[in-house]
C-alpha cells in the first residue's frame, strides 16, 4: 500500500472523527450557569464509607482476573446498594414488551400519578433492585406510583437497545399503571447518571413522537454527551472519585480515538441526539431539574445542556452541590448534601403542582 493511500486513510478517518462523530462544537456554552449550595459535615464520613467499600468491590473485580467475573462482581454490588432499605412501600414485578421493570408504590401513593424512572450504572450496570431507595424517595416525595426499568444493556446490547425500552417503557406509562390499564394524571421522568441521559432523551424525543408530554423532568448527575468532550472530563477526573478512575481512561485518548472507540463499544454515533441529548432539539422542553456536583466529571455536560436549553427558551434549571461524589442522592441518602438535594426536588414537584 503507497504512502498516499495511507494518508488519504488517515485523513478519512480523522475527518469521519471530527464531524459526524463528534458532533457540534458547544463550547459556546462553558459558561457558569446554575444555583449553588455548599456541602455539609455529614458528607464526609459518608463518602468515605462508600469509597472503602467500592475499592474492595475493584480489588476484588481486578482480582478475579476475568472480565466476565469482574462484571458480574460490579453487578452484583450494584444489585444491593438498597439491600439495607426499611420502607412500608410495595414493589411488584411488570413486563413492559418483554422488557422487565418494577413499581415502586409509598402507602398512600395516587396511582394516576407516576414516575417513569430510570437507573444509572454507564450502561453496563445497575437494576431497579439496586435503585430502589430512588424509586422509594421518588414515591414518597411526588405521592406517585415509580415504574423503574430494567432496560438493556452494555456490552451485551448496543446503546439503541436502552433507547428502545425507554422510549418503548413512555408510550406504556402513559395508559398503565400498577393496577392495570388507566391514564395518567401527572407524569415525571427521572434518572440518574446513565438513567439521567435516558431521560434527557425521552423530555425531547417526546414531544414529536409521543401523545402527551411528561410535567416534568427531574436529572441526577446525569449524562448528556456520549462524544466525552466537555472540559470537565478532564478537568475533574482526579476529584470524581466514583467516575474518575475508569472514565478518566477515556481521557488520555486522542480525540479522534475516543470517538470511535465510542462508535465501536456503543455500536451507534456517540453524538446522535438520542444517545448524546445536549445535541437534540431543545425549545420547548417540560420544566427540569438537573443536579451535578462541583467536582464530577459529567459536570460540563450538565451546564452545556443547561445553558443550550435556556438559550431556546426552555425552562431548566441547574443546581450545583459542592464537593459532592458522582450520583450523591443515592450513595449517600439519608445524610447531609443528599437530604439538602432531595428537599429541592421536593420542592421542584410541589411547584410543578402548584401550576396544574
Known sequence: MSWFIVITLIAIWWIIAATILSGQDLRQFDVEVGEHFEDHPEDVEATQRLLDTIKEVRKEAIDSKSLKKGLNLVRDFADNLSSDLETDSKFSPVDIYGVPAEWTIAKGADTRRRILFFHGGAFIFGSPKGHRKMSDQLSKVANAAVLSVDYRMLPENGRRKSIIDAQHAYH????????????????LVSGDSAGGNLTLMLS????????R??????????????????????ENKNTDKILGEGLGLVTKLPLP??????????RMNPADELASPVFGDLTNLPPTLIHASSNEMLLGES???????????????????????HDWHLFNMGYGSANTAWDEVGKFIKALDQKA
Do not use: C, H
Not at 406504556?172 to 407524569?187: H, S, T
Not at 425531547?204 to 401523545?211: D, E, H, I, L, Q
Not at 480515538?257 to 456503543?266: F, M
Open 172 to 187: 406504556w406509562i402513559l395508559n398503565n399503571g400498577p393496577d392495570g390499564k388507566e391514564a395518567v394524571d401527572f407524569l
Open 204 to 211: 425531547s424525543w417526546s414531544k414529536r413522537n409521543a401523545s
Open 213 to 234: 408530554r411528561p410535567d416534568g423532568i427531574v436529572a441526577f448527575s446525569p449524562s448528556a454527551d456520549m462524544t466525552m468532550v466537555s472540559p470537565t472530563i478532564k
Open 257 to 266: 480515538l475516543r470517538a470511535w472507540t465510542g462508535l465501536i463499544s456503543l
Open 303 to 325: 451546564i452545556r445542556y443547561t445553558n443550550r436549553a435556556l438559550a431556546m427558551g426552555s425552562d431548566v434549571t441547574l443546581q450545583i452541590w459542592k464537593d459532592q461524589i
